[in-house]
């Protein structure tokens, strides 16, 4: 009885001790391999503000001309402010309250420079707002901010009823292109008569209901904008194909949809409809009927030496497009996960991109256009979950999260 005693006393510490040994290797930990995260800064102010819990997390920043890195926030978690931020990789300076200078707004969804160094944006609010027909939304607004003047001017609701997901400012031609979200339709905004054209549906979205979180598919993220005025994106491309007779069953149905993502789209200066380029981008083939798969372009950013570099969506692919040729190279991809959500250019001249899934660790990576080889160099935190990155004036790179409570990465790959 006592040897039972004993052999039962060792097993239970056994047990303990490889639970504490599987928990210590279980917990994933945050590292970076190459270069530094030398600090982080809080966005949130806490409970006597201006930005408090649940209204920091961060949608997109910018560097302007006057050397500092300008944020947008959307709310989190039931909160309903959001708000623009200023960030010298030091330091973080609240800007402007959007919610108090528009109604309803939860979310600046993008930040664009246009002419004299003026920051534009547009906003939108919950998903779950715009999926309910008993909430009332007025419509997202384009508005502009003087960081010299600190004046903010709006210019209006776009689309009753809809957000705005991504804008684009051509400050040669004083236009404003932007895609309206959930429906999907793109429009330009003329900033010298102050009309807004509908150019109509380019992406017909499908409603995804995904871990109890609603959400929109297939709407165009990023819009790239070259030299000559010239607009592309990319979208699907719907078809009805009917069944064959021997497919088709009493009281079913008689045609099924075929979709086809990642295709990029062309809107000359003065057009009055996109047009199909020939390219698509970097796809996982045979994945398009799934509806929680999503092919498009996550970000894109001018490559220094012409074209632009994008990320895709679900697949993580880096690829280079070429407008005046519509080619399509594609770079590949550094680890598994998917969606390459932002881009950017580093003081070393290499290009660093954020990658990772919505609600889950982000990972840097690095793409050296001198040797062509793409490194993923890690986390900079084991709970960091981050939407963007960007260069401040010093060639750092700043990795911002989208929490309740969000804190920016300050990266320095040279350190």
Known sequence: MKNNKILLTGYIIFLLVSGNVVSSFGQREGAITKGTVTKHILISNGPQGPVL?????????????????YGSTKATWGAQNCHLFRTDGEKVEHVLNVTSKFRGQTSVNDLCVGRGNVLFGCTSTYNDVLDDSTKSYEGGHLFSFDPVTKKSEDFGIIAAGQGINCIVVDSVREKIYGVTYPSGH???????????????????????KDLGRVSWRGIPKILMLDDAGTLYFSAYYHK???????????????????????????????DEKPVFTGAKIPTQQGMDSDPLYENGIASAIRARDGGFWCGTINDGFLFKFHPSTSTVINKGKAFQYWNLKSLAYGGDGKLYLLGGRDEDNSWILCYDPVTGSIDCLGWPDNTAQCSIICADRKGRIL?????????????????
Do not use: C
């Open 53 to 69: 819990g649940g209204e920091s997390a961060v949608t997109d920043m910018i560097l302007m001309n006057d050397g500092w890195v």
């Open 186 to 208: 793109l429009f330009s905004y003329d900033m010298n008569t102050r009309t807004t054209k509908d150019i109509g549906e380019v992406m017909k979205p499908w409603r995804v």
């Open 240 to 270: 009805e194909v009917g069944m064959t007779k021997q497919e088709l069953m009493k009281g079913g149905i008689s045609s099924y949809s075929v979709h086809s993502g990642g295709l990029i789209y062309r809107l000359n200066y003065g």
């Open 399 to 415: 990795i911002a999260e989208n929490l309740r409570h969000s804190f920016i990465w300050i990266y320095e790959p040279e350190k």
